[in-house]
C-alpha cells in the first residue's frame, strides 16, 4: 500500500523522505571551550556544494545497476553505474538544464521515471527512461509521458500487476482540484479513476491503484480520516481544530489502518491502529519521554510496523519487532562513531537493506546489511571534499523563550572559537517544517558551516509552529507570525546566545528563505534595534499578497493558513494581516537588508521581493536585490547558489565582521553581476 501526500508543504519543504533510525538525546546547553584556539583556515565556498556530491542512490531490479543523483553542468541529473564497480565507471543519462525533481526504476525492467520542471515553476512533467542494457555502456531513450506544462504532474505508484500503467495526480482538468489518474505507458492514454471532490490531502492507493483511502484538510483547520467501504466513501474518523491524521500504513486483509495521529486528547502524534470492522481506535506506541510526534514507523511487506521513531534534537527508535531488533543492534554495532542511519530500501525477497549512514559534518556514504549473514558492505562511499575534521560540530540545545515555553535549536560554532562572536539567527522554512541534525538533511546546513567557518556562530531554531513537537506547539504559532511569539522566540534565541557570551550584541544577523524570509524581514521591521544586517530569500513581504497569490490547487487546502495567519476576505482579519506585513513598515528600518527571488516562484512571487525593494529605495535605505529569472522557489542550478552565497558571505562580512574567502572564481563573481538587481528602475 502507497500513501500519498497531495499538497507540500507550501512554504518550504522540509527535507526528510526516508527512515532514520538513530541518535543520541540532545544536550539543554552548548558546549563551551576554555581557550579560544587558531580557526581552521577559509574552506572556498564551491567546496561546501561539492558538484560530484551523490544522493538517492538507488539500485535496478535486477541488482546490476545503480543510479543516482549528481551534478551535471551545474545541474542535479541522473547517472549510472554498475553495481561494483568503481565510481569513475559513472556517467550522465540525463543532461538537463533543469535540476531533476525526482526518479524511480521500474518494478520490473531497467526504465527509470522522473520528474522535471521548466526553470523552477514546479509544474512537473514525467518522463520514462529507457536503458539498454545489452551494451556494456548503455544506450539511453527519454521520452515525455505528460505534455501539459501549464499544470502539475506527480507520480504516485506503478502497479506491480501491470507494470505499464503508473497512477499520477493532477490538477490537469480542474485548476483547482488536484485529481488521481491512471497512464498507460505504451498509449499514452490517461484516465481520470478519481476526481477528488472530497479535497484529500493524502491517499492510499490499493494494489490495483485504486484510492482505498483519504485524509482531508478541511477549510476549518480540522482533518478527516475517509475509507471507501463497499463503493461509498464513509468517514472513520474526523479530528478537532489544529489535530492532524497521517495514514502510514493499510492491512487490506486484516482491514487495519495504521496512522500517526494526536487526536481524543493527545497532544504528541502516536502511532495508532484503527479496526475497520470493529471500529476500534488502539495505541500501538507513544513517544516515552513525551518530547516528539511520530517521526517515521517502518512496516514490512504485509503492512505491519517493525520499529517507529522519533526526533526531539536527535533521533531515538525503539524496535517492535523481535526479528528486526536483533538486525538493528548489529547494524548500529557496526556504526560506533555517532552517525545517523537511514534504511532507504528493505527487500524482503533478497534478504538485503540498503543503508545511508551520515552526520553533522558528514554528508554520508551508503551500504548494504545482508539479512541472513548480519554483514555490512559499502555500496558507494563517497568522498568529501572537506574533512570531517574541519567542519564544526552541531549542537542540540535548549533555551527558554520569554514566557517560559522551551526551544530546542541547532547551533553551529566556529573551531575553537565561542566568545563574543558575529552570529546568525537562520530561522527554516515552512513554518511548518523542522531543522534536523545530520549535514544533508537541510539546504541550509552546509551554509551554517560555510558561516561558521568565516567565523560567525549560527543558531537554527525549532521555533514555535515547528512540526514535531506536538499539536499544542505547533499552534501556539496561530496568528503570531511577524509580532507575535513565532518571532520572540528568535529574538530570545538571539538574546540567549548574547547572556551566554557568546554572541555580540553588536554583531547579530537574521537569515532565512520562505518563511524563514518572511521572518528576517520581520525581524528588520519589527525588531529594528536587534539586527545589524538581513538577508530574506524568497520571503513574503505582505501576508495578504502571499495568500492571495497561491496557485489555484494549493487553495482547497489553505485552511491551517487561515487559522495560522488569517483570511484576508474575512475584513478583521485582513487587518491583522496589515499589520503584520513588513512592507507597511519599511519606516522602522535601520538594517541594511539583501533580497534573493526566483523569478518563476509559484509560492512567494517575484512581486514579493520587487515591492519592498522599491519602497525602501524610495525611502532611502540600503537594499540590494539578487534576482535569478531561470529560478522559482528557491536556487537549485549551481552557478546560481554559488553566487548568491558569495553575495551573502560578502554581506554579512561586511556589516557584522566576519571573515571572506580568499579566492573568488572571476565566472562566479561576472555572474553574480548579472543577477544584481538595479532597484532604482522597479
Known sequence: MLTKKIIPTLLWTAIAGSLLLTGCSQTSAPSHSNEQVQQVPLIPIESFFNEQDISQLTVSSDGKWLAFFKEYQGAKNIYLMPAGAELDAAFAITTSKDPIHSFRWSIDSNDIFFLRDTAGNENTQVYKLTLDTSQAKPAVKVTALTSNKKVEYELLKQLKENSNSLILRSNQDKADQEDIYRLDVTSGMMTNIFSNTYGFSSVELNKQGDPVLGTSSNPDNT????????????????????????????????????????????????????????????????????????????????????????????????????????????????????????????????????????SDVDMGSDYRYTVKTGEVSILLKQEMMIKPELLSKRQSVTYQARDGVSIQAYLTLPKGLTKNLPTIILPHGGPWARDYWTLSSGYFHPIAQLLANRGYAVLQPNFRASIGFGKRFLNLGNKNWGTGSMQNDLTDGANYLVNQGIADKERLGIMGASYGGYAALAGATFTPELYKAAISYVGPSSLITLLESFPAHFRPYLGQFYSAVGDPEI?????????????????????????????????????????????????????????????????????????????????????????????????????LDTLKVDVSRL
Not at 494581516?577 to 528600518?589: K, L
Request: charged content about 25%.
Open 223 to 358: 482533518a478527516e480520516l475517509y475509507a471507501n467501504l463497499a463503493g461509498k466513501w464513509t468517514s472513520l474518523i474526523k479530528a478537532q481544530f489544529g489535530e492532524s491524521i497521517d495514514i502510514l500504513s493499510f492491512d487490506e486483509s486484516s482491514h487495519q489502518i495504521y496512522i500517526s495521529a494526536d487526536i481524543d486528547g493527545r497532544d504528541k502524534q502516536e502511532l495508532l491502529r484503527w479496526d475497520i470492522i470493529e471500529a476500534k481506535l488502539t495505541t500501538l506506541h507513544k513517544d516515552p519521554e513525551d518530547e516528539s510526534d511520530v517521526y517515521e514507523v517502518l512496516f514490512n511487506d504485509k503492512g505491519k510496523p517493525l520499529a517507529v521513531s522519533y526526533y526531539g534534537g536527535r533521533l531515538r527508535t525503539y524496535p517492535l519487532d523481535n526479528t528486526f531488533a536483533k538486525h538493528w543492534q548489529q547494524i548500529n554495532d557496526y556504526f560506533p562513531a555517532d552517525v545517523e542511519i537511514t534504511i532507504t530500501n528493505r527487500n524482503e525477497k533478497t534478504g538485503q537493506w540498503q543503508l545511508h549512514v551520515a
Open 571 to 671: 475584513e478583521t482579519d485582513r487587518v491583522d494581516m496589515q499589520a503584520r506585513s513588513p512592507i507597511n513598515f519599511v519606516d522602522n528600518i535601520k538594517t541594511p537588508l539583501m533580497l534573493v527571488q526566483g523569478a518563476n516562484d509559484p509560492r512567494v512571487t517575484q512581486i514579493e521581493s520587487d515591492n519592498i525593494a522599491r519602497v525602501m529605495y524610495k525611502h532611502g535605505l540600503p537594499v540590494e536585490y539578487i534576482l535569478a529569472k531561470d529560478e522559482g522557489h528557491g536556487f537549485s542550478k549551481r552557478d546560481n547558489k554559488l553566487a548568491y552565497i558569495m553575495a551573502m558571505e560578502q554581506f554579512f562580512a561586511k556589516h557584522l565582521g566576519g571573515n571572506v574567502g580568499e579566492r573568488v572564481m572571476p565566472t562566479l563573481a561576472e555572474h
